[in-house]
């Protein structure tokens, strides 16, 4: 069975910086594309950033372009997103999400971060 | 960025109808598209991906049409676990959109 643990969130303050952490098991992570997802407080989905699965390649919404970086280490199966220069437009859920072909065929539970001074 | 817009934003139908949601795209996606059902307080649940192909596990009851820039989930015969928020997704590239959403209502 597919599991993705979040991890992280917490209340910062405004320009402050958090690092999520997603614990990936029950499939094969090195071989998988994955993704973060947000969703702010009574909000729709926006998706925030990808990456291959090697690492090679990384991706990133226009919101958060050279404020968040994602990465992965998969000899550990995580997926991490360093984010900086927090804002309150960037208080969400975060959901870590696997990738397959393109559509996130799994999530993690979420892990809300609240940016407030 | 390619923009996904929903109609409608909120539906009300009660148990036993056939209810449709409408998912529109600012240029093509092609066939690129997928449909997710979401619950209050839980993550998103994949429906449908490359526009009509049933995820495993999902009820026949859904189905999804559609291609290019305009496309359609309907379920058949609506359920009482039905009632949650529906949202499109293009992913004709690696920087996907969703649509705003629409919230199925008990009526």
């Known amino acids: 069975e597919v599991q993705l643990l979040e991890s992280g969130g917490n209340l910062v303050q405004p320009g402050g910086s958090l690092r999520l952490s997603c614990a990936a098991s029950?499939?094969?992570?090195?071989?998988?594309?994955m993704s973060w997802v947000r969703q702010a407080p009574g909000k729709g989905l926006e998706w925030v950033s990808a990456?291959?699965?090697?690492?090679?390649?990384?991706y990133y919404a226009d919101s958060v372009r050279g404020r968040y970086t994602i990465s992965r280490d998969n000899s550990k199966n995580t997926l991490y997103l360093q984010m900086n220069s927090l804002g309150a437009e960037d208080t969400a859920v975060y959901y870590c999400?696997?990738?397959?072909?393109?559509?996130?065929?799994?999530w993690g539970q979420g892990t809300l971060v609240t940016v407030s001074p | 960025d390619i923009q996904m817009t929903q109609s409608p934003s909120t539906l009300s139908a009660s148990v036993g109808d056939r209810v449709t949601i409408t998912c529109r795209a600012s240029q093509t996606v092609n066939n690129w598209l997928a449909w997710y059902q979401q619950k209050p307080g839980k993550a998103p649940n994949l429906l449908i991906y490359?526009?009509?192909t049933l995820q495993s596990g999902v009820p026949s009851r859904f189905s999804g049409t559609g291609s290019g820039t305009e496309f359609t989930l309907t379920i058949s015969s609506l359920q009482p676990d039905d009632f949650a928020t529906y949202y499109c997704?293009?992913?004709?590239?690696?920087?996907?959109?969703f649509g705003q959403g629409t919230k199925v209502e008990i009526k």
């Open positions: 997704q293009q992913y004709n590239s690696f920087s996907t959109t």
């Open positions: 029950g499939f094969t992570f090195r071989t998988n594309a």
């Open positions: 999400a696997k990738r397959t072909a393109g559509v996130f065929d799994s």
């Open positions: 490359k526009a009509s």
């Open positions: 990456i291959t699965s090697s690492g090679a390649d990384t």
